[in-house]
């Protein structure tokens, strides 16, 4: 019978918390595998997933190595713990050719032959029946593994797929997103739900300045990034009045950062309404006119939460290979105008000083401003 075996990371470093940690990486994977049947079940500080239709054997690999706090998967055969069986199984998955090596772990201590006795009789089986292949204990670019379980069946295995890592999403806190339609901030969103962090969404769009295809986009970038924070929400935010109100009220150098003081306070007002004890972005230091340390600290003073930036000390190269690896980049490169690209000023002020920006911003009525985006927020479940 084919099995799946799920390792687990850091989480076991939690302590007291362990319970509360694994009970959500449960969760996380059976939420994940939704509509497939399997029985899943714990032994030994692994999971095991078995009775599933073997055909969905890649896919459900493909799933459950993708929830953050999985550590590694393999796709095994479980075999009664009797030599024959081992040995055909051992001969079925192993390699065609090249080196490997035989790694047993024996937990059932009635097996007649102990670890180091069954990895070399094996092993003298393989190399019988394929000479292509030779041990090699030190590198091997293959290895078969054999865990003989005290419950009288053996796992017999070959990869062991490499997960990706994390801690389960829903330990790490609830955090709220300030999702633009660029490649940035859904790769931030990542970053956080790595960490176990709960995300949901704030978008503020500028219809009719910007389109309704503007708005849609970055609907899809909220899909594809609820992959991997297994829930979204998007609050979709009228910004027109606000930018109409800032362009008309304050000099246009300093448009940019008084936009992004009034996101940031709306963000808030939202985060607080569900729960958030934090809020995300995608900044990256020195990135643009808009993310030097003056910028940041304009944006900052209106803030009264956390405000997280994963990806501060990031480049955009490197920002860019994650939003490839997590799927995110061809959405995002899509050429619908952000509502931060209208009314762009054409010399932006770089280093805005906070008391000049406080100033500037004086000559508009922000609460009534931030209370009336608040008014008409369209909240989309994903
Ligand atoms: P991104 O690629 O995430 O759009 P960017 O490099 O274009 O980032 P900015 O446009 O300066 O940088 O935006 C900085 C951050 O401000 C974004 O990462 C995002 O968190 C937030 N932001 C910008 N525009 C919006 C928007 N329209 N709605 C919500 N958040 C926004
Ligand atoms: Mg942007």
């Given amino acids: 019978m084919k099995v799946i075996l799920i390792r687990y990371s850091e989480i076991h470093l939690k302590g007291n918390n362990r319970g509360f940690f694994e009970n959500a990486l449960v969760n996380n994977i059976k939420h994940c595998l939704e509509g497939y049947e399997y029985k899943f079940s714990k032994q030994s500080g692994r999971y095991v997933i078995s009775q599933f239709d073997e055909d969905q054997a890649q896919n459900i690999l493909d799933i459950v190595k993708n929830v953050f706090g999985v550590y590694s998967v393999s796709l095994a055969d479980e075999v009664p713990s009797n030599y024959d069986d081992i040995k055909e199984s051992a001969l079925a998955i192993a390699p065609q050719s090249g080196t490997f090596k035989i790694v047993c772990n024996r937990a059932d201590k009635h097996f007649p032959l102990n670890s180091m006795q069954l990895a070399s009789s094996i092993g003298g ?59 940035d901030s859904p790769v931030a969103a990542y970053m956080m739900a790595k960490r176990g962090m709960s995300v949901r969404a704030v978008h503020f769009h500028s219809y009719p300045f910007t389109s309704l295809q503007a708005k849609e986009k970055v609907l899809t970038l909220a899909k594809i990034v609820k992959k991997y924070t297994l829930h979204m929400t998007v609050d979709v935010v009228s910004f027109t009045e606000i930018q109409t109100a ?6 246009e150098e300093f448009m940019i950062t008084i936009m992004r003081r009034f996101m940031m306070r709306i963000a808030e007002r939202l985060a607080k309404k569900y729960g958030c004890g934090a809020t995300i972005t995608g900044e990256s230091l020195g990135q643009v006119a808009s993310q030097t340390l003056e910028s940041i600290t304009s944006t900052n003073s209106v803030a009264t939460m956390p405000v997280l930036r994963p990806l501060i000390g990031f480049d955009k190269d490197e920002i860019i290979e ?12 899509l050429p619908y105008e952000d509502c931060c690209t209208i009314f762009l000023p054409k010399n932006p002020v770089t280093k805005p000083r906070l008391d000049k ?24 479940v994903l």
């Fill in 125 to 183: 089986d393989l190399l019988e029946a394929n000479n292509k292949l030779t041990v090699d204990l030190h590198k091997p670019q293959h290895v078969v593994n054999i865990d003989i379980r005290e419950n009288g069946k053996t796992f017999v295995f070959a990869d062991t797929i490499k997960g990706v890592n994390g801690m389960p999403v829903g330990t790490g806190g609830k955090g709220m997103l300030l999702l633009s339609g660029g490649i």
């Fill in 357 to 380: 920006v406080e100033k500037v911003e004086s000559a508009l009525d922000v609460e009534a401003l931030v209370n009336q985006a608040l008014e008409n927020v369209e909240t989309i």
């Fill in 322 to 333: 994650i939003a490839k690896r997590i799927d995110t980049f061809e959405t995002s490169i």
């Fill in 246 to 251: 800032i362009h008309e009220n304050c000099p």
